[in-house]
């Protein structure tokens, strides 16, 4: 079997009937489907029962409601595929998914990262990224896209072919009971990958906004799980022996957009929410001077942190604050 596509499902009527029609529109010779019924509340369970009937392609797992992560691991525990594909149950493939997907396949590599479009308009994800046409080591492919694009690459694992082999050597599975799970799975993937390439071609239509999506909610207790994560992250750097500022300049980047969600959500948190042992974390994840400074001011002076870091401030003293700590 060439792949598996594995899809989540919790609490997502409105949408499922149009996801699962976009999957098995798909020539599924080589394919299975399954779908985890995370203990949905609403008619998820009923429209899964009417395209089993309809689908002898489709595995459907029911659980009671653990999670995301558990219920994409339920999915890959029992997956056949040769390689893993993570569709959400709110999203849809395009009509030539497959074609691009046996294209990736064809490359014989642990991962294929792809495009998806974000708009009935045609806008891309990501409508300026560089073309990597080569294959790279999974390091060697995180480096150069920084050095292409300018970001680095992004964690929604819906952006990415895997190779179940190489999940499966790696031991590689979704950190339970946890949010924001595919920023831990990604960029430990992508760090221990011996082959990694990129056919930047859309598969599947991602609904950006989509009213009550964990992206689309941006509590505490959120921060508080990405936090956790990139603490876990660095741990897991540092248990490779990574010595690349790359890697922890990437990690401060996520610690620096916790500190403006919070100063923009949370003010009154800004000076409780990161223990010392945090700072000390983030501190050595600071490469740039840019990065000190926004450190320094978030650490000791949060006001004068959200001053700088608004558009509408003063621009000439925001210069001024830059400047001074470029001589510090």
């Not at 073309?131 to 999974?138: E, F, S």
């Not at 970001?151 to 924001?180: A, I, R």
């Not at 207790?221 to 992250?233: E, M, R, T």
């Amino acid at each position: 079997m060439k792949l598996s596509i594995i899809i989540p499902i919790y609490n997502v009527e409105l949408y499922l009937s149009q996801c699962l029609d976009s999957v098995f529109v798909q020539d599924l010779t080589d394919c299975e489907v399954i779908c985890v019924n995370d203990g949905s509340t609403d008619n998820s369970g009923t429209i899964l029962e009417e395209y089993q009937r309809l689908y002898s392609g489709l595995s459907v797992v029911n659980q009671s409601n653990s999670g995301l992560s558990v219920a994409r691991n339920s999915g890959l525990r029992i997956a056949k595929g040769e390689y893993i594909y993570f569709l959400d149950s709110d999203d849809y493939l395009l009509p030539d998914f497959l074609e691009k997907i046996y294209q990736g396949i064809q490359k014989n590599v642990d991962i294929v990262s792809y495009n998806v479009l974000i708009s009935e308009k045609g806008d891309y994800y990501f409508n300026n990224r560089k073309k990597i046409d080569k294959i790279y080591t999974g390091q060697e492919y995180f480096e150069n896209y920084y050095i292409e694009n300018a970001f680095f690459p992004t964690f929604p694992v819906w952006m990415y072919l895997y190779k179940k082999s190489f999940l499966e050597n790696n031991h590689l599975v979704f950190k339970e009971n946890s949010l924001h799970e595919d920023i831990d799975f990604t960029s430990r993937s992508i760090y221990l990958a011996e082959s990694v390439c990129q056919i930047d071609k859309p598969i599947q239509f991602h609904r950006v906004l989509r009213e009550g999506a964990i992206t689309q909610t941006i509590r505490l207790k959120n921060l508080g799980h990405i936090k956790q994560i990139l603490l876990d992250l660095f741990e897991f750097y540092r248990t490779n022996n990574c010595t690349k500022d790359i890697y922890y300049q990437y990690l401060f980047s996520i610690f620096l957009s916790i500190m403006l969600r919070l100063g923009r959500n949370y003010p009154e948190n800004m000076r409780t929410f990161f223990s010392l042992e945090d700072y000390n974390v983030m501190r050595l994840c600071v490469k740039q001077k840019s990065d000190y400074t926004n450190y320094y001011l978030f650490r000791h002076f949060p006001k004068v942190f959200l001053y700088y870091n608004n558009k509408n401030s003063n621009i000439f003293i925001r210069k001024i604050i830059k400047n001074i700590f470029r001589l510090y």
